[in-house]
């Protein structure tokens, strides 16, 4: 069982930066694939980042690729995701998920564990 705790959403600017958090608990943290999504109101949850277990693979949404950088720290329990040079269209709550498969399957359905989810809302 893994719970997970979203943080750092918030209003920021276009081409502006933030760093989402994901606060797991459980001692089994480092046994999972981990992933980021988003879901914009009135729209699909859709797949943004993920990362392996050893946090040495990483694979990204075509829409945010170059811009948003996935990170776990295992040690601490916690996965990151930096965004760099916001757009208003990243506009969405942001949540963490995690999973026993391949972090290259970023089907919704495939991940096991959710957080609440935060709102990252961009300005123009």
């Known amino acids: 069982q893994v719970q997970l705790v979203e943080s750092g959403g918030g209003l920021v600017q276009a081409g502006g930066s933030l760093r989402l958090s994901c606060a797991a608990s459980?001692?089994?943290?480092?046994?999972?694939?981990m992933g980021w999504f988003r879901q914009a109101p009135g729209k699909e949850r859709v797949f943004v980042a993920a990362i392996n277990w050893t946090g040495d693979s990483a694979v990204y949404g075509d829409s945010v690729k170059g811009r948003f950088t996935i990170s776990r720290d295992n040690a601490n329990n916690t996965l990151y995701l930096q965004m760099n040079t916001l757009r208003p269209e990243d506009t969405a709550v942001y949540y963490c998920?995690?999973?026993?498969?391949?972090?290259?399957?970023?089907?919704?359905?495939?991940?096991?564990?959710w957080g609440q989810g935060t709102q990252v809302t961009v300005s123009s």
């Open positions: 998920a995690a999973k026993r498969g391949n972090h290259r399957n970023g089907y919704v359905g495939s991940y096991n564990y």
């Open positions: 459980g001692r089994t943290f480092s046994m999972y694939a």
